[in-house]
């Protein structure tokens, strides 16, 4: 493919400034750039003229070799044309006349900041590429967001890493999950395929609504303002919703959720919206996935209502803990465990719980909690007898109604090894078994591999819990005298019985 460099070969219509700093494309005479590869790498960016045009036709590449893209006049990719933004940094694109580009792509490996006031628009794909953060100015909302048209696509952006710091508007009748964060955070929103001609737009905002300014209306809403069932709503953040043009009746919307464990249980959690006076639930009943982070929250737009701003709401009043954190670490053979309050209303007590694999938890302990406070409490708790290998914990938090809510899961490798000892061998009646660590199965062979018994303890084992230390007596009275195997927690022994 033919490349030329554009600080080289300029037309009469381009205008180097500044030695061939700066490349300039302004009037009178438009710009058309038909196929090709064309690469501009004046140091110190481009900039379009008001009154200045240029167009990439005929599916031509224009790569940007520089941090600075600043367009006043009009910028169009026509269809099957490339912008290619791959100078190394922070990738500024300024301005007051929206770019319309067809397929973009960053390969800048830093962020991407929008400041153009008219935004920019995509009419082919959006290629996140190596790109970091893409920001865009929050203030004038959607008016500078980035747009994708009807059939537009985007690749990347969605990582905590790499997503849309600011607006993302769609437009067209496609299902679509708009990649919006807060910078660290990824908060997707992803919306069911709605009427055509309809074009939506959405920004996370981490803070509470009743103190965060929505941009859309510059207003903030209430957390106390909500319409049965919905009791409360949480101070985590919220979406700003704005349905510019079409309509968003009956569009199904999922939402991606910071962790709200302290806020309420799954089973509670509603998508609410914010119709002008106050939140109503959007969701017909039971949609969260969890209340860790990433969890997912779903509901729908009621035909005919015009919905501004979504939230994470519950049908029952705040949980009475507000958990801070929650780790653990492994210290010699036990596993430390620390967790912060910074408010507690009526709780009743914590119930530690530990799992091997994530999704079955077993209680090994509880501690009481505070009850009533609005102080930073520090709370401890030491497994004395944690699982080979990778232990997962999480904390149920239970008030003084039974309401309970559970924390994140947290993982911590444990230090200690697997010690079992098997007595007496030989043995003419009953076998002891004594392990270092929970018993968590015990299975008995013939000498040919059939089984004699099988015995499944539940990871909570008490004793190895409060003690260090499990216990376990079988009896071997009925069986005949020979070898047997005997597997006790996945470790084989031979035992030979008199």
Known sequence: ????????????????????????????????????????????????????????ANGSTYEHGNLSFQNNGTWLGQTNSL?????AGALSISGSSAPGFHNLQFQNGGTVAISNTAGANVGGQLNFGTSGIITTTRNTHTISALRLADGATYAGGNTDAQ??????????????????????????VSISAPAPGTTISTAWFAGSPATVTDPSDGA??????????VESVSPVGFWDWANTAGNDDNVTVTVSIPSVSGFAAAANLRLVGWNGTQWISLSAGATASDTTENST?????????SITALAIGSTQPPLPVTLVSFTGKAVEETVALKWET???????????????DARHF???GNVAAKGESKIRITYAFTDAAPLPGTNYYRLKQIDQDGTYAFSKTISVTSNSELRISVYPNPVTDVLRIESSTALQSLE????????????VIPTGNAEAATSGRAFREISLRDQKPGIYILVVNGKCFKVLKN
């Open 163 to 188: 997503h849309v710091d600011g607006y993302v508007t769609k437009t067209g009748d496609d299902a679509f999950v708009f990649p919006v964060g807060s910078a660290s955070d990824l908060r997707t």
């Open 83 to 87: 912008d290619l933004f791959n100078a």
């Open 342 to 356: 910074t408010e507690e209303v009526n709780a009743s007590h914590f119930e530690i719980q530990r799992s091997s």
């Open 220 to 229: 903030t809403h209430s957390l106390t303002a909500v319409a049965s069932p």
């Open 362 to 364: 077993e209680p090994i």
């Open 297 to 305: 929250l779903s509901g729908t737009i009621p035909a005919g209502v």
């Open 1 to 56: 493919m033919k490349k030329r460099l554009i600080a080289l070969a300029l037309p009469l219509w381009v205008v180097q400034a500044h030695g061939q700093n700066v490349t300039t494309y302004g009037p009178p005479d438009p710009v058309s750039i038909n196929t090709g590869y064309l690469s501009d790498y004046s140091p110190n960016g481009t900039v379009v003229q008001a009154g200045g045009s240029v167009t990439l």
């Open 444 to 455: 008995v062979f013939k000498a040919d591999g059939s089984k004699v018994m099988g015995i």
